[in-house]
């Protein structure tokens, strides 16, 4: 049996841990600096709780040591130092980070390495990049490749139409960094918040606009081959104008502490949620202008005796069915992994990324389905 190490016992870490040890294979420790958090898990299959100090280098590697894999599920701003830690330890390594400059500091540490790498394997950027190199590998040419994303709340009250589900530290990190795209076939970077779209699924009015993170290594991969590029967050219709105005006119993208103990204060967390996934791509085949479209409905369920929420299950799901695969030999065991290589129907047909593929989930429309245009 693998042993396999999560870093973090909050939201996401918890539902990694459930998953991991209610399936048999892995021998599952969860891994946080406050005992308090580790007491709290709800987790129905045997686990491990071990207090480590995560800013204590030599602690933590320690910890991490004899793992197979080390599962990152902590705060944004500690990748670097848990992947560093991973690597001295030995051990593959995966994440769910969306944030770029941690990314590249990951990439740095593969480089060499004698075990895999493999950042961002949550929702966006992790499952949605899954799905549009499945849709872009239907293409003899590609023009537009278009990525939304959201996790809402079913019930949405107030002007915000939002409820906490998930980091509030990656929430206003996405909401501040600058957005990568392809457009007109140049890298750019855009600013998030802007270019807000009205965008609707199922007889329900959203809006998507720009955020960071979402394409994960995307860029890099079509650059050169795509017109144009890009990735934006799905929420209820005038979230992005009043998260403007706190950002901007009241300059909270400057005081990130602040801005996240109003979001803690005043917004309500929930677990009756949904997550969005919507993929469209443009281009040649066969000769003829066509789109290829995915879209997809998640919500909350129960697992292990506990509602969990939309965005656990899926973040979860895409990070644990990674590992499935990377323990069963489908993906490269050294260096620097895409999510890009991950093919979708291994995939869906793993026993986590199943949580996307059951039809109870709500689909909106089928992965093939193609439109022509004369």
């Not at 320690?62 to 894999?69: M, N, Q, Y």
């Not at 770029?100 to 949550?122: E, H, K, M, W, Y």
Request: hydrophobic share 45%.
């Amino acid at each position: 049996m693998r042993r396999i190490a999560i870093v973090g016992a909050g939201k996401i870490g918890s539902m990694i841990a459930e998953m991991l040890a209610s399936c048999g294979s892995y021998a599952v420790s969860v891994l946080d600096r406050d005992p308090a958090q580790l007491a709290r898990l709800q987790v129905s299959g045997p686990i491990t709780r071990t207090p480590v100090d995560i800013a204590d280098a030599s602690a933590l590697t320690g910890a991490l040591s004899g793992s197979f894999a080390v599962l990152n599920a902590g705060p944004f701003q500690l990748t670097t130092r848990i992947a560093t830690a991973a690597c001295e330890a030995g051990a593959h390594y995966l994440d769910l980070t969306e944030d770029v400059a941690s990314t590249r500091t990951v990439r740095a540490l593969a480089d060499g390495a004698d075990s895999a790498f493999i950042p961002q394997c949550g929702l966006a950027p992790g499952f949605v990049t899954i799905v549009a190199n499945d849709l872009i590998n239907r293409f003899d040419s590609l023009h537009d490749v278009r990525m939304r994303v959201g996790a809402l709340p079913q019930f949405p009250v107030g002007p915000l139409g939002y409820n906490l589900t998930w980091s509030t530290d990656g929430v206003i990190n996405e909401y501040c960094e600058p957005c990568e795209a392809i457009v007109d076939g140049q890298l750019r970077h855009t600013l998030p918040l802007e270019e807000v779209e009205p965008f609707a699924l199922d007889g329900v009015q959203y809006e998507a606009f720009n955020t960071s993170g979402g394409l994960g290594s995307l860029c890099d991969t079509l650059l050169g081959r795509v017109r144009n590029l890009n990735y934006r967050t799905i929420r209820y219709p005038g979230h992005a104008a009043i998260m403007r105005v706190l950002l901007n006119d009241l300059g909270l993208r400057d005081r990130r502490p602040l801005l996240k103990d109003i979001l803690d204060t005043a917004v309500p967390a929930t677990t009756q949620d949904v997550v969005i996934v919507f993929v469209s791509v443009t281009g040649q085949s066969g000769g003829r202008l066509t789109q290829h479209s995915y879209a997809r409905h998640i919500r909350a369920a129960e697992i292990g005796g506990v509602t969990r929420s939309a965005i656990q299950i899926t973040t979860a799901s895409g990070i644990c069915a990674v590992l499935d695969l990377l323990a069963e030999g489908r993906l490269p065991q050294r260096g620097f992994v895409r999510q890009e290589q991950v093919a979708l129907p291994d995939f869906l047909a793993n026993r986590f990324g199943r949580n996307y593929a059951d039809p109870q989930a709500g689909d909106l429309a089928p992965p093939a389905a193609a439109q022509h245009a004369a």
